[in-house]
């Protein structure tokens, strides 16, 4: 059974720092590119980064670019989401996704239950 546990997530004020954790089990964690989303209120889910199976390739959201970073450690089957420099509009539940695609229109087939960010100005 794939199991993608999300935590770090908090209340913080503009400026400051969270790194988030996701914790994968029961995939076959090193070979998927990960990926993690965003939710705000009364938005879509919009995609913030993803990382290829190597730590190698990352891409980020316009938004997010500069202030977050993506990584992943193999061995402990995590990814993580450092992000600086928050804003109120970063404010959402933050999504881990695994075995995601490349493109335009990132897709992935699995999914943890979110986290909660709150960013307060």
């Known amino acids: 059974q794939v199991q993608l546990v999300e935590s770090g997530g908090g209340l913080v004020q503009a400026g400051g720092s969270l790194r988030l954790s996701c914790a994968a089990s029961g995939l076959p964690f090193s070979s998927y590119r990960m990926g993690w989303f965003r939710q705000a209120p009364g938005k879509e889910r919009e995609f913030v980064s993803t990382i290829n199976w190597s730590g190698g390739t990352t891409v980020y959201a316009d938004s997010v670019k500069g202030r977050f970073t993506i990584s992943r450690d193999n061995a402990k089957r995590t990814v993580y989401l450092q992000m600086n420099s928050l804003k109120p509009e970063d404010t959402a539940v933050y999504y881990c996704?695994?075995?995601?695609?490349?493109?335009?229109?990132?897709?992935?087939?699995?999914w943890g239950q979110g986290t909660q960010v709150t960013v307060s100005s």
């Open positions: 996704a695994a075995k995601c695609s490349t493109g335009f229109r990132t897709s992935c087939d699995y």
